[in-house]
């Protein structure tokens, strides 16, 4: 069966640190994988998606960069986290119709 | 005006009652519809998964499309305090991208 990795849990970095979330799956091959961040109360915003290695597609511009180094991984980054960026960030796979998720990592930025 | 609406709640009801939560969208070539549950601090779990019109069961659970009204409906029968949780759908057209509700938290009184 498929099953999703996602950590860490919980991260509270201060303003201007790098960050990097990382995300695997296993018992699947080329899955289509995506990054989510929900704000409380609202609903799941699509950050990037990813149909193949090296293949990342933005949804919302922004202080944040994904990128697929193999087939099973998927990878969150960004250079100096700003205040705005502390939220709940999802990894999940899937298709077109229905997406499996991970734990999710809650960041803070202080 | 978002593509898809959910009244974020909380809906409050007594335990062994009939619960129903609801979405409404406006774009008419969504095709397929799903319903996610969500612990809190955790992913979302995939609940029930429609295409088309029509009202789909599993167990204590109706997922119900009227895709004439575009609304959709999760039918929870017999709730009981463990189904107190939040409660999001999410639609596609059967494209790479699901578009989600804000979510509905439920409560069961015991």
């Known amino acids: 069966s498929q099953t999703i990795h996602q950590w860490p849990a919980t991260l509270v970095q201060p303003v201007g640190s790098p960050l990097s979330l990382e995300c695997t799956v296993e018992g699947t091959s080329n899955p289509n994988l995506y990054w989510y961040r929900q704000a409380a109360g609202r609903g799941l915003q699509l950050l990037f998606y990813?149909?193949?290695?090296?293949?990342i597609s933005s949804e919302v511009p922004q202080n944040l960069s994904a990128s697929r180094p193999q087939d099973r991984q998927f990878i969150l980054s960004s250079k100096k986290l700003l205040l705005s960026d502390s939220g709940f960030y999802l990894c999940?796979?899937?298709?077109?119709?229905?997406?499996?998720f991970g734990q999710g990592t809650r960041l803070t930025v202080v | 005006q978002k593509e898809v609406e959910q009244d974020p709640g909380p809906l409050s009801v007594p335990e062994g009652a009939i619960v129903s939560l609801n979405c409404t969208y406006s774009?008419?070539?969504?095709?397929?519809f799903m319903w996610y549950r969500q612990y809190s601090r955790k992913g979302p779990e995939l609940l029930m998964y429609t295409y088309s019109s029509g009202n789909k069961e599993d167990g204590r659970f109706t997922a119900q499309v009227d895709k004439s009204s575009k609304y959709i409906s999760l039918f929870i029968r017999d709730s009981q305090p463990s189904d107190s949780v939040t409660y999001l759908c999410a639609m596609s057209v059967g494209n790479y991208q699901l578009i989600w509700g804000a979510g509905t938290k439920l409560i069961i009184k015991p």
């Open positions: 999940a796979w899937g298709g077109s119709t229905e997406a499996f």
């Open positions: 774009n008419s070539a969504f095709q397929y």
């Open positions: 990813s149909v193949g290695i090296g293949q």
